[in-house]
């Protein structure tokens, strides 16, 4: 015990064996933390090319689902039913966007998002799609669509029985890319009740009823999360420099202690914009 | 806080160009490679502020240079993971 409050106390207090300088902020440890940052950046690369942890981003359709059936039970509305078919045009939607570089409701070709849902076998009375770009988390892509207006009166229209997902991984603009295609619908009733079965080619397809089954199906398989595993990095590293900052200051302004050095305020400032810089890269784009 | 006071000027231009970082993120959410141009322009301009800051001081030494270089180039590796994690 002695002996960590020594550590502590070398490590964040400035006195005269640290040279009046908290040695966690030392030359030789920031250097220290830049090559750690510079390690951290080539592994969680590395392991993201060789798909050992998840893609680029925490979305999860399930998450998607359970977040946006959440909104709908505030305002007490009826829960949305997940449906294959809407997933699929959900999906073919977001390819389309890949293949034909744009970000859009509208293909460059004229494309509707109705057309995707015609395509898949989806017979709609009211239809409507949301979309979203880079956001780290499926909290974050929700939550966005709630603040906007348009998105939040196509996720609280009491018209909508039925809902589907896509979160597709690719390269717009050359740029790296996770997009969102959120599609809602009404199906016809008169065509509803004709439709066959739904008889995916690559896996069981699910009944309507089934559909929480298959959601929890795919959360199951999910793998560690490389952007929450990042992020959470970037958030203990960030909090634990501005601590060391804050009490390095604290005392140095305690002690009178003057000392050649950058100033910590100026550090703490800097570092602090970096933090709300952060939770900015954490959200992406909706449209 | 007499820090503050004595560099009031430094430290407000320190916060607009930090406030211009969000401001600009937050236009431009989503656009992963405007993000990073904007991540290492701050980072950059914290360089050049130290240094600056520093100078009118006369209190500038290599030591302190390298120091406003590994914190910012830490903080631009550490949120790249985020922007580029591929």
Known sequence: ?????????????????????????HPDFLGFYLILALVLTFSFKQMGLNNVLGFATDITTSKLYE????????????????NDKLAKAAEEKANDMFIYNYWAHYSPSGKTPWDFMIT???????????????????????????????????????????????????????????????????????????????????????????????????????KISLPTLSFNVNIVFLSFLLAALALD??????????????????????????????????????? | MTEIKKHLFDYLLLVTAGIFFL??????????????IFLTSFAIFYIIWGVYHHVIEDSLHLKIVIEYILIAFTLVFLMKIIIFPN
Do not use: C
């Open chain 1, 1 to 25: 015990m002695q002996r960590l409050k020594k550590f502590f106390f070398h490590f964040f207090i400035p006195h005269e064996e640290n040279n009046f300088k908290a040695r966690s902020l």
């Open chain 1, 67 to 82: 977040l946006t059936n959440g909104e709908r039970h505030k305002n007490n509305l009826s829960t949305l039913t997940y």
């Open chain 1, 120 to 222: 898949s076998g989806y017979a709609y009375e009211f239809a409507g799609e949301n979309l979203a770009k880079n956001f780290l988390f499926s909290q974050g892509v929700v939550d966005a669509w709630m603040k906007s207006q348009s998105h939040r009166e196509n996720i609280l229209k009491k018209e909508y029985k039925e809902v589907g997902f896509a979160v597709v991984n690719g390269v717009i603009n050359g740029e790296e890319t996770t997009l969102v295609v959120q599609m809602f619908g009404t199906p016809s009733t008169s065509l509803a009740t004709l439709s066959p079965p739904v008889i995916a080619a690559q896996e069981p397809a699910p009944t309507i009823g089934e559909e929480q089954a298959v959601l929890a199906k795919q959360s199951a398989n999910k």
């Open chain 1, 249 to 287: 200051f604290y005392f140095a302004n305690k002690f009178n202690i003057i000392r050649v050095g950058g100033k910590n305020l100026a550090h703490f400032v800097f570092i602090f914009f970096m933090f709300l810089g952060l939770l900015i890269f954490s959200r992406g784009a909706i449209l």
């Open chain 2, 23 to 36: 401001v600009a993120l937050n236009i431009f959410k989503g656009e992963r490679f405007l993000e990073f």
